[in-house]
C-alpha cells in the first residue's frame, strides 16, 4: 500500500475551477494506476477519473468528459485533478486512490477534500 494525501480542496462558484492534487509516498510510483473518487452527500462513491503508471491512458465518468483532466507528475510522486466549469452537481469529498498495475483492487486511499460548488 502507499500513503496518499490529497489537497486543493475549497469552495468555488458554478462555472469556477479547481486543481486537486494527491501526494503519493512510494519509491515506485509508477507502477501504479491511480484514480479520482468522489462520494456526493447521501451519494455511493464513484470514480471520476483514471490513469495508467505512465498517465498514457485516462478514463473519465461522462459526466465529467470535456470539464476534468486527470494528469501525474511521477517525477514528483503527484496526481493532479484540474476541474473546470465546475457545477453543483460536482459537490462532495474528493479521494485520490491507488492500486498496482498487475491488481484489480485499489487498495490505498487519501483521507480526503472537501470541494464545494455553489449556484
Known amino acids: 500500500q502507499v500513503q496518499l494525501v490529497e489537497s486543493g480542496g475549497g469552495l468555488v462558484q458554478a462555472g469556477g475551477s479547481l486543481r486537486l492534487s494527491c501526494a503519493a509516498s512510494?519509491?515506485?510510483?509508477?507502477?501504479?494506476?491511480m484514480a479520482w473518487f468522489r462520494q456526493a452527500p447521501g451519494k455511493e462513491r464513484e470514480s471520476v477519473a483514471t490513469i495508467s503508471g505512465g498517465g498514457r491512458t485516462t478514463t473519465y465518468d461522462d459526466s465529467v468528459k470535456g470539464r476534468f483532466t486527470i494528469s501525474r507528475d511521477n517525477a514528483k510522486n503527484t496526481l493532479y485533478l484540474q476541474m473546470n466549469s465546475l457545477k453543483p452537481e460536482d459537490t462532495g469529498v474528493y479521494y485520490c486512490?491507488?492500486?498496482?498495475?498487475?491488481?484489480?483492487?485499489?487498495?490505498?486511499w487519501g483521507q480526503g477534500t472537501q470541494v464545494t460548488v455553489s449556484s
Open positions: 486512490a491507488a492500486r498496482w498495475f498487475s491488481r484489480d483492487v485499489y487498495d490505498s
Open positions: 512510494t519509491r515506485t510510483f509508477g507502477g501504479y494506476t
